[in-house]
C-alpha cells in the first residue's frame, strides 16, 4: 500500500501526558499537512511542511503543540500536556503541487 | 458569512433517485474547489475536484457558480454505497495551503 500511513491508529493517554503521533505522506508527495477533526465537524487544519520546511501554521496550534519532519520524508506531531480538550482525531494529508490532499486513516487521540 | 457552509442533513434518499446538496464559500478569490467523501469513522477521500465551472465523474457531477460563490454537487442514480458524509473544501488563502472544510452534509440512501 503506497497511501499515507500514521501510526498509532488510536492512543488513549491521562491528562498530562505527552503523546507523539507520525506520519508518512505518499513517497513521491513534497508537501505534508496535520488536520484535527472532532465529532461532527470537517477537519481543521493545523500546520504544513513543504519538504522539511514548516511553512504555516493554525492558530488553533497552542505552544503545546509541535511539528516536525526533519529528513522532509515522515513527519511528527507531539502534543505535551495533553488536555482532555486535546482529545480528537488527527489526520495527516499529503500532496505534491496540487491542491489534491490525500489523508491517512488518523490517529484516533482520548485523553482521560 | 462563514468560509464554507454546508447544510448538515442528513438527506435522506431512495435507492436510484437523484440529490443535489450545496455549498457556499465566503474567499472570492478561491480558483479550486474540492468535494471529499468521508465514511463513518474513516479519512476523508478526494471525490472531485473543480477548477473551472464544473467536473462530471460518471454518476457525479460537480458545479461552480462563482458569482453567487457556491458549488454544487449532484449523485445521479443514488446507491446504497454512496452513503457518506461529503466535506466541500476551499484553498485556505491568503497565501495559505492548507484547506478549509465545511462540516459535511450527510446522506443516508434508502433501500
Known amino acids: 500500500d503506497t497511501g499515507v500511513s500514521q501510526d498509532p491508529r488510536h492512543k488513549i493517554t491521562k491528562r498530562g501526558q505527552n503523546v507523539t503521533f507520525r506520519c508518512d505522506p505518499i513517497s513521491e508527495h513534497n508537501r505534508l499537512y496535520w488536520y484535527r477533526q472532532t465529532l461532527g465537524q470537517g477537519p481543521e487544519f493545523l500546520t504544513y511542511f513543504q519538504n522539511e520546511a514548516q511553512l504555516e501554521k493554525s492558530r488553533l496550534l497552542s505552544d503545546r503543540f509541535s511539528a516536525e519532519r526533519p529528513k522532509g520524508s515522515f513527519s511528527t506531531l507531539e502534543i505535551q500536556r495533553t488536555e482532555q480538550g486535546d482529545s480528537a482525531m488527527y489526520l495527516c494529508?499529503?500532496?505534491?503541487?496540487?491542491?489534491?490532499?490525500?489523508f491517512g486513516p488518523g490517529t484516533r487521540l482520548t485523553v482521560t | 458569512r462563514k468560509e464554507v457552509e454546508q447544510d448538515p442533513g442528513p438527506f435522506n434518499v431512495p435507492e436510484g433517485a437523484t440529490v443535489a446538496f450545496n455549498c457556499t464559500y465566503s474567499?472570492?478569490?478561491?480558483?479550486?474547489f474540492f468535494w471529499y467523501r468521508q465514511d463513518c469513522r474513516k479519512e476523508p477521500k478526494l471525490l472531485m475536484s473543480v477548477y473551472s465551472s464544473g467536473n462530471e465523474d460518471g454518476r457525479f457531477t460537480a458545479q461552480l457558480n462563482r458569482a453567487s460563490q457556491y458549488i454544487s454537487l449532484l449523485i445521479r442514480d443514488s446507491k446504497l454505497s454512496d452513503s457518506a458524509t461529503y466535506l466541500c473544501?476551499?484553498?485556505?488563502?491568503?497565501?495559505?495551503?492548507?484547506?478549509?472544510f465545511g462540516k459535511g452534509t450527510h446522506l443516508i440512501i434508502q433501500p
Open positions: 474567499n472570492s478569490a478561491s480558483q479550486s
Open positions: 494529508a499529503s500532496s505534491s503541487m496540487s491542491y489534491e490532499q490525500y
Open positions: 473544501v476551499v484553498p485556505s488563502g491568503g497565501g495559505a495551503d492548507g484547506l478549509t
